[in-house]
């Protein structure tokens, strides 16, 4: 591990680049909060669904995924079920100077860490972990994480349960789609391109 004069200096190489904004229009919201209710229906039901046909959709969806705004389909796996029902979070500080991206790259690498965030505060990671138990926990612990050079100190806070919400996606697009509306009604409508199909 590398002593630097600015540990989030060599951040942009393990970070995810940011996506260039995408506009979308009153149909690809339609499309996506139908996508987010049930993303393996097919191009057809979702065509009857907002009322397009199915190449107008499949134009659609391909615009979406090459812009970055849809990023795949995936499985919603339950990791619980699997045999991995403990979820921890652990807080990371790094030693004064020490280069941070070492770190996030050592952890990257441990396929307990579910993700990750680099955060402001008093510190400077805080991971999220998927494991089987207290002794998988204690293990990752000793043998691997605090074998990381430059971890200075971490904390542990064992997740009792999680609460998540009941479709957040689709949730954050009705809010996009309230606000879009609100804003034509304001006479604020801004730069945003017609629905062309």
Known sequence: MTSVSAPLARLTEVR?????????????LALLRALATDARQSQRALARQIEMSP?????????LERSGAI????VDVDWAALGYPVVVYLAVTAGPGMDLSE???????????????????????????????????????????FQINGVQRTETFLSLADVESENFTAAMIDQMSQRRGEARI???SGDRHQPGR
């Open 103 to 145: 770190i996030i790259e050592a952890i990257r690498a441990l396929p307990e860490a579910e993700d990750m965030s680099v955060v402001t505060g008093g510190l400077d990671l805080l991971v999220r972990l998927r494991v089987r138990d207290h002794a998988h926990l204690r293990a990752l612990l000793l043998d691997k994480i």
């Open 16 to 28: 995810s680049a940011p996506p260039a904004p995408v506009e979308v229009d009153d149909l690809d």
């Open 71 to 74: 990023r795949g389909y995936r």
């Open 55 to 63: 190449p107008a959709v499949a134009d659609r969806l391909a615009r």
């Open 186 to 188: 304001g006479g604020h």
